[in-house]
């Protein structure tokens, strides 16, 4: 990949390598049940993924195996069709159900504590569709680069995924930011360092607009859980692939402060600490002093549906413009459509930006800063 990141394959392999090998072993009979042996058998799993994909033709059969999995139509014990009990249960539990099976915990306490998840049919992906209106693409900006690529270092590459909040979701490829932890301590510790070094190549990589742009659309990806507020609408949780979250958390890392001294004073988001907090506090402070005075007014504004709007070619020409070391790889996750999936179904929404993107906050930002001025 690194002598010829224009190749596909490895690039796919890199994609496919978690779904193949870090699948949630699923015990059989009461001793595997047990919670002593739950550990051992998944661990055991795994080293056994891991060994048949360094084979000749093994990534080919773990890729058939995963295939053929996501095909089959399982039967409960009272021998009824599995589809057929999958209909009887609300959304939430099916949900939850979907969660636990892969250990995405932080994620069923968000759907237990949502008014609900709306059903997956044909209205849901309609009002998704609202949400996250397809458009052509966006226009490539115009303006020369500025600065060659970001190239980070492995100690930030570290610091980054240390970073991560404990139990953090991952992406439909299965991989967790709590892996990459896992293979740089323990066990691992002996490979600790070169496992950095490649992880840090691969990131350098993304950041440079080295890998192959038809790949873009499944990077940026993302599953959709639509959690029903309580005035009946839907407000959709997307949870991005953690190779995707690592590299956009690594270029925030870098360009952070010098975005948040050219936001100024004009925005609490990005690279404030306790930001949103200071503007409560000084709200309430103000009205605690001024309350009597009838001459003063407050407006707030709040813009409806306004991180899925954002027109990106505007985003792309103000990343470019503003901080040029990270557009390549800004628009590699933006300058296309992107996949968010719902269940079966999936829509392709060409505008706005990603929440979850740990680069959201920064794009959103540079959009509002000259409407501000």
Request: proline residues 6%; charged residues 20%; hydrophobic residues 40%.
């Amino acid at each position: 990949m690194v002598h010829d990141p224009c190749f596909l394959g490895p690039w796919v392999r890199l994609l496919l390598l978690p779904r193949c090998t870090l699948q949630v072993f699923k015990p059989h009979t009461r001793q595997d049940r047990r919670s002593g042996n739950r550990k051992s058998l998944q661990q055991r799993h795994i080293l056994g993924c891991l060994a048949k994909w360094r084979e000749t033709y093994g990534f080919v059969e773990l890729v058939g195996g995963v295939l053929r999995k996501s095909g089959q139509v399982g039967t409960s014990n009272g021998g009824e069709n599995f589809k057929e009990k999958d209909k009887k249960m609300g959304p939430n539990i099916k949900q939850c159900l979907r969660k636990v099976a892969d250990r995405h915990f932080t994620a069923v306490v968000k759907v237990l504590r949502s008014s609900r998840v709306a059903p997956y049919n044909e209205d849901t992906m309609e009002i998704l569709g609202v949400k996250h209106p397809y458009m052509s693409p966006p226009s490539m900006p115009t303006t020369l680069f500025s600065e060659a690529p970001l190239v980070v270092e492995v100690d930030t590459v570290l610091k980054c995924i240390k970073s991560f909040p404990k139990r953090t979701s991952c992406g439909r490829d299965g991989l967790r930011a709590q892996h990459l932890l896992d293979a740089l301590c323990g066990e691992g510790l002996v490979m600790a360092r070169d496992l950095l070094c490649a992880i840090t190549l691969v990131v350098n990589l993304w950041l440079g607009g080295r890998c192959p742009l038809s790949l873009a659309e499944f990077v940026a990806s993302a599953p959709l859980t639509p959690l029903l507020k309580p005035d009946g609408g839907i407000h959709p949780i997307a949870v991005g692939t953690i190779w995707r979250r690592l590299v956009s958390k690594v270029a925030m890392k870098v360009v952070g402060k010098d975005m948040a001294k050219y936001l100024n004073e004009f925005q609490f988001g990005v690279g404030v600490l306790g930001g949103a907090e200071s503007i409560l506090h000084s709200v309430n402070r103000l009205l605690n002093l001024r309350h009597e005075d009838g001459s003063l007014t407050m407006l707030t504004v709040d813009f409806s549906n306004a991180f899925n709007l954002v027109d990106r070619s505007a985003l792309l020409r103000e990343v470019r413009l503003r901080c040029p070391s990270i557009s390549l790889w800004v628009e590699f996750l933006y300058g296309q459509a992107a996949r968010l999936y719902l269940g079966d179904g999936q829509i392709m929404p060409a505008t706005g930006v990603q929440q979850g993107d740990p680069l959201g906050p920064l794009l959103f930002s540079l959009i509002l800063h000259p409407l501000i001025h």
